[in-house]
């Protein structure tokens, strides 16, 4: 694993651009909190199938000394996370993200009771995120541990039962066939760089964000690779908006010219977004099964990309976005490709 790690951020390393870093005081010292939603249902497609659902809260520090100043923990955990390739850079701002989340996921019949060989498990997972990160004005660094459970415990029929009960729904009759109980344990690394940044003063500009990655766990173990152009008029200063996933936790501004700071451009910005992101996946348990027992499993693609479309607002201290993904097939056996919304709620204060 150690090696893994020293690998990662050596390769990533050969990519990056030199530091710039000024004092801002407002950005500097206000911490983030984001709400994400994702659903089929905001994909304006209403089929209630794969991906079904998907609830994220994430909290991003201000910017730290060093990571123990908002992270208790035993001195040996700080010895070896101070002891992490390029997370350390003094040049560098430092956070620490924490976030809870839950996914859902189901076939496409959800009236059948038996077991449905050839669609998906119906599969939940609830964890939480720890992440650190270390950024300037030209890249960010993410390294983040996700703990968790799929399976029974994860609690995800319950909260779709309920929900399908409060919105008149059709009752999920599948849950006994969902995946077993399995503790999950994921690392990820995750750079992204701010190139192309280009704005007029007038506020109208450009930027584009690439991104590389990789995570390895008995979740899930994988690279990915893609970016994302932002266009429009106070564009924030931050690295983007994602979709529910580690390395999500990007829009904490950078310095005080991010329009939820800077006066001068009456603190109100509206942007449009286009990404993608690709991925080559060795191990889903969300497809696979689970590890250490049998259970229901397809056989996943190796390869799937998410392409996405959106708009964000700034209002004051407020960043709102929505997002529209479609999604390749990811299984043998799946009927058609997924599509789906995402919005997002950030909150500095």
Request: hydrophobic content about 35%; proline content about 5%.
């Amino acid at each position: 694993m150690r090696y893994f790690l020293l690998f990662m951020f050596i390769f990533l390393n050969f990519f990056s651009l030199q530091p710039v870093f000024a004092a801002d005081e407002k950005a500097r010292n206000a911490d983030t909190l984001t709400v994400y939603l994702e659903n089929d249902l905001f994909g304006f497609k209403n089929k209630d199938r794969y991906y079904t659902h998907g609830t994220k809260i994430s909290w991003v520090s201000r910017d730290l000394t060093n990571y123990r100043d908002a992270l208790p923990a035993p001195r040996w955990i700080h010895r070896m996370i101070e002891r992490l390739p390029y997370l350390n850079d003094p040049e560098n701002l430092r956070t620490v993200s924490i976030s809870l989340g839950q996914n859902i996921y189901t076939p496409q019949d959800k009236e059948r009771e038996d077991l449905i060989r050839d669609d998906r498990p119906y599969a939940g997972f609830t964890y939480l995120g720890l992440g650190l990160h270390s950024r300037n004005k030209r890249y960010m660094d993410t390294f983040e541990l996700n703990l968790g459970i799929v399976g029974r415990h994860s609690y995800a029929e319950d909260c779709q039962k309920v929900i399908h009960e409060w919105i008149g729904s059709v009752d999920p009759n599948g849950w006994k066939n969902q995946l077993h109980d399995e503790p999950i344990l994921n690392f990820y690394l995750e750079r992204k760089w701010k190139i192309l940044q280009n704005r007029n003063k007038e506020g109208f500009g450009f930027d584009l964000i690439p991104h590389i990655g990789a995570g390895i766990g008995n979740s899930y173990t994988g690279a990915n690779l893609g970016g994302q152009l932002r266009f429009g008029w106070n564009i924030p200063n931050d690295f983007g908006t994602y979709l529910i996933r580690p390395g999500s936790d990007s829009s904490a501004p950078l310095d005080d010219n991010d329009p939820r700071f800077f006066i001068p451009f009456h603190r109100f910005g509206i942007h449009c977004f286009l990404g993608a992101d690709g991925k080559a996946i060795a191990r889903n348990i969300l497809l696979d099964g689970n590890t250490f027992r049998d259970s229901h499993s397809v056989d996943k693609k190796p390869f799937v990309a998410d392409f996405i479309g959106g708009i964000g607002i700034i209002v004051h201290q407020v960043k709102i976005t929505y997002s529209y993904v479609y999604r390749t097939k990811e299984f043998d056996e799946q009927k058609e490709e997924h599509i789906f919304g995402a919005a997002s709620v950030s909150f500095t204060f």
